[in-house]
C-alpha cells in the first residue's frame, strides 16, 4: 500500500513554455503533499506543502508565481513551472501523507525536468 | 528550526562488510527521525523510521539505526552489505508540523 505516482516521469520543454507535474495517491487518501526540488548529487529541498482545498504554503525563496501549486483532491496534486527556464532544470519530487499518519512520507519516483 | 548533518558524503564499502553511515541533527523541539535511500533515478523509499519507545529501529533490507537524545545522533548500520545495497542515503528529521529537513546524502558505494 500506500503508493504514489508521478508524471510523466521525465520531460523535456522550450524555454518559456509551462510544464505541468502530477502527483496521485493511488491507495490512500492524501491530505497533504510536499513538493521537493533534487538538484544532481544534492539533498531534497522542499519548496511547498500542500493541503487539499487551500492555498500552498511555500518555503522561503521559492516564487509562488512560479511553481504553481494546487491540491484539488485528496489524491491528485500538480506543480506547474511557468515559463520555465534553463534553471529550472531539476529532478522535481512529490510526497504524501495521510490523513492520521501524517509522521510518515510516501515519496512519488520523482520528474526530471529539462528546459532547453 | 532543525538541521541534519550526514559526516560522510561517500563511503565505499566492501560487499559482505559492515556499514555506519552517520547523522546528526540539530533541534529545539521533539524530533522524528528517519533514513530513506534513493537508487538512481528514483524516488525516495523509507528505511526506518524513529518516532518515539525503543531507541534501536530496525528497518527494511537488515537496516538498522539508533537514536541517541544525548549525542543528538541517528546511526544507520548494516551488519553485511550487498552490491544492491549501493545508492544514495538520506537521513532527515522532521517535527510537529511534519516538514521533513534533509541531510545532504551519503553515497553508499559497495564493491565485490
Known amino acids: 500500500g500506500a503508493v504514489v505516482s508521478q508524471h510523466p516521469s521525465w520531460v523535456i520543454c522550450k524555454s518559456g513554455t509551462s510544464v505541468k507535474i502530477e502527483c496521485r495517491s493511488l491507495d490512500f487518501q492524501a491530505t497533504t503533499m510536499f513538493w521537493y526540488r533534487q538538484f544532481p548529487k544534492q539533498s531534497l529541498m522542499l519548496m511547498a506543502t500542500s493541503n487539499e482545498g487551500s492555498k500552498a504554503t511555500y518555503e522561503q525563496g521559492v516564487e509562488k508565481d512560479k511553481f504553481l501549486i494546487n491540491h484539488a483532491s485528496l489524491t491528485l496534486s500538480t506543480l506547474t513551472v511557468t515559463s520555465a527556464h534553463p534553471e529550472d532544470s531539476s529532478f522535481y519530487i512529490c510526497?504524501?501523507?495521510?490523513?492520521?499518519?501524517?509522521?510518515?512520507?510516501?515519496f512519488g519516483p520523482g520528474t526530471r525536468l529539462t528546459v532547453t | 528550526a532543525q538541521s541534519v548533518t550526514q559526516l560522510d558524503s561517500q563511503v565505499p564499502v566492501f560487499e559482505e562488510a559492515p556499514v555506519e553511515l552517520r547523522c546528526n541533527y540539530s533541534s529545539s523541539v521533539s524530533v522524528y527521525l528517519f533514513w530513506y535511500v534513493q537508487y538512481p533515478n528514483q524516488g525516495l523509499q523509507l528505511l526506518l523510521k524513529y518516532l518515539s519507545g525503543s531507541t534501536l529501529v530496525k528497518g527494511i533490507n537488515g537496516f538498522e539505526a539508533e537514536f541517541n537524545k544525548s549525542q543528538t545522533s541517528f546511526h544507520l548500520r548494516k551488519p553485511s552489505v550487498h552490491i544492491s545495497d549501493t545508492a544514495e542515503y538520506f537521513c532527515?528529521?522532521?517535527?510537529?508540523?511534519?516538514?521533513?529537513?534533509f541531510g545532504a546524502g551519503t553515497t553508499v558505494t559497495v564493491r565485490a
Open positions: 532527515a528529521v522532521s517535527s510537529n508540523d511534519y516538514k521533513l529537513s
Open positions: 510526497s504524501a501523507a495521510a490523513l492520521g499518519d501524517e509522521d510518515e512520507q510516501y
